[in-house]
């Protein structure tokens, strides 16, 4: 009971000293992913606040793969808002999916990147958790250009980020990021669901 009670009384501490920059890039970033999950636009903008927040927020903790890739998340993210601007102004954009050759690709890219992200790190920087920063890295990389594509398998992906994410950011003592990454875990299974009955929706009126 005392060990229960501490650990309260520590998270509770650690709450009250969490930053306005960690409240604005949690807060804007679960709209992001509610509004992208179900296919709103709106969900380009506020990626945006939560990538320029957690930019600083994460090179402050020393997590400077997932620092690095917030200038990456930025420049997708303005892609993805004019991708989708664009093909909404004639049709609406299509879900799509991976070809196996394409999963392929992909998991090999992950891997690439993963190893030599992960060495970059260990051997340049002063990060105590160098190679699982630099999983998560690459495979948020490659879940981010899927998702400004509307590609099925952006969702699996970040399934499998978020769940790596969670001990990652305990680990640095970033509770409210780490709930938010919880929750961003239940969206992106709903994500992955929504998306899955459009794109087989739109296969079916494809095939008829």
């Known amino acids: 009971m005392i060990t229960e009670i501490s650990f309260w009384q520590q998270v509770n501490i650690q709450f009250m000293q969490t930053t306005w920059l960690e409240w604005l890039g949690t807060i804007s970033g679960f709209l992001c992913v509610y509004l992208a999950a179900k296919q709103h636009i709106l969900n380009w903008p506020l990626a945006i606040i939560s990538i320029t927040s ?19 998340f930025l420049a997708t993210s303005i892609y993805g808002w004019r991708f989708w601007i664009k093909r909404k102004a004639s049709v609406e954009v299509p879900v799509s999916a991976l070809t196996r050759k394409e999963t392929i690709i992909a998991v090999l890219s992950i891997l690439f990147l993963s190893g030599l992200t992960g060495v ?6 002063d990060s105590d958790v160098p190679y699982a920063d630099a999983f998560c890295t690459s495979v948020s990389l490659v879940a981010q250009f899927l998702l400004t594509r ?30 938010l990454y919880a929750l961003f875990l239940i969206l992106a299974v709903m994500g992955f669901a929504d998306w899955k009955k459009t794109y087989l929706k739109s296969k079916a009126i494809l095939l008829t």
């Open 54 to 72: 957690y930019l600083f927020l994460f090179y402050e903790y020393k997590l400077y793969g997932d620092s690095a890739l917030q200038i990456y």
């Open 120 to 125: 970059i790190l260990d051997l340049k920087t």
């Open 150 to 179: 509307k590609i099925l398998q952006n969702w699996t992906l970040w399934i499998i980020v978020d769940i790596c994410y969670i001990p990652l950011y305990l680990h640095k003592e970033l509770y409210l990021t780490a709930m």
